[in-house]
T-cell receptor, first 114, second 113 residues
Framework: GENVEQHPSTLSVQEGDSAVIKCTYSDSASNYFPWYKQELGKGPQLIIDIRSNVGEKKDQRIAVTLNKTAKHFSLHITETQPEDSAVYFCAASRRGGGADGLTFGKGTHLIIQP | GAGVSQSPRYKVAKRGQDVALRCDPISGHVSLFWYQQALGQGPEFLTYFQNEAQLDKSGLPSDRFFAERPEGSVSTLKIQRTQQEDSAVYLC???????????FGSGTRLTVV
């Protein structure tokens, strides 16, 4: 089955700086790669996703890049703000959220220092 | 409703007790998922429904775990004879047909003592 590795487990950055979280996956048949943000006591919230037919996607301060050959994908957050502090999870699946289950990484605790 | 609703929010069970966790998905969402999230870990897939059909239950850890969605809307995850290792947050998510992303509820935190 699929295995998703996520690094780092904790990331501390100064407010206004950029943050990068990286994930690798093992199943070459995976085609859908979402990123979720989880705040304390809440369920994960989808923040951005990418499908295998594109290499990069951007939404305001958030971007995701995908390298299918190397089987890795990354989340980039620019101009970080205090409200970006949370745990971020990457995930992968073959067909996409509505048709099969996701395999998640172990998460990155992002801390934004004021 | 506006989001995925799960109840109860917290459940404390004595070892050996049976529990039932409820999920109310977003109205009209065809797909429904259950995940288990241990402390400090990512969610792990348990099972998946499309309408009332359970299409994948490969993630259920043992035959003590059972899920149903009889009318294609509300779902119940039942755990029989709870063990300490069942302590976790149980997350439910739902998705529209044809959609890639899905919406999670806030989860039920189960503590087995």
């Amino acid at each position: 089955g699929e295995n998703v590795e996520q690094h780092p487990s904790t990331l501390s950055v100064q407010e206004g700086d950029s943050a990068v979280i990286k994930c690798t996956y093992s199943d070459s048949a995976s085609n859908y790669f979402p990123w979720y943000k989880q705040e304390l006591g809440k369920g994960p919230q989808l923040i951005i996703d990418i499908r295998s037919n594109v290499g990069e996607k951007k939404d305001q301060r958030i971007a995701v890049t995908l390298n299918k050959t190397a089987k890795h994908f990354s989340l980039h957050i620019t101009e970080t703000q205090p409200e970006d502090s949370a745990v971020y999870f990457c995930a992968a699946s073959r067909r996409g959220g509505g048709a099969d289950g996701l395999t998640f990484g172990k998460g990155t605790h992002l801390i934004i220092q004021p | 409703g506006a989001g995925v609703s799960q109840s109860p929010r917290y459940k404390v069970a004595k070892r050996g007790q049976d529990v039932a966790l409820r999920c109310d998905p977003i109205s009209g969402h065809v797909s429904l998922f259950w995940y288990q999230q241990a402390l400090g870990q990512g969610p792990e897939f348990l099972t998946y429904f499309q309408n009332e059909a359970q299409l994948d239950k490969s993630g259920l850890p043992s035959d003590r775990f059972f899920a149903e969605r009889p009318e294609g809307s509300v779902s119940t995850l039942k755990i029989q004879r709870t063990q300490q290792e069942d302590s976790a947050v149980y997350l439910c998510a739902s998705s529209e047909q044809g959609s890639y992303g899905y919406t999670f509820g806030s989860g039920t935190r189960l503590t087995v003592v």
